[in-house]
């Protein structure tokens, strides 16, 4: 069991989105691809850089360990910000 700290979720740092983009040097985007925590829906994430830093379509990340991403899709997250269940697993490691 990975018990998830509801009250600590933080969204993706900035560090892990570098490293992410380090991974995939050229380009200007960068795709998250795997499942909604909260309903289970297959989703893909776009993260584009802008002029102020960067930018996310598709849903949001979560990196309550530096080890795991969780994430959300766009309309779990608008029903509420919260990851739903604290015994399961993300489902990819962080980048």
Known sequence: MYALPWKFSVVISI?????????NSGENHCVYQGRCHNCRCDLEIKIT??????????GVLYE??????WALC??????????????????????
């Open 15 to 23: 560090e892990t989105i570098n490293k992410m983009f380090k991974k």
């Open 49 to 58: 850089k802008t002029s102020g830093g960067y930018g996310l379509k598709g």
């Open 64 to 69: 309550p360990d530096p080890k795991f991403l």
């Open 74 to 95: 766009d309309d779990c997250h608008v029903k509420s910000s919260k990851l739903e269940s604290a015994n399961e697993r993300p489902f990819t490691d962080a980048a």
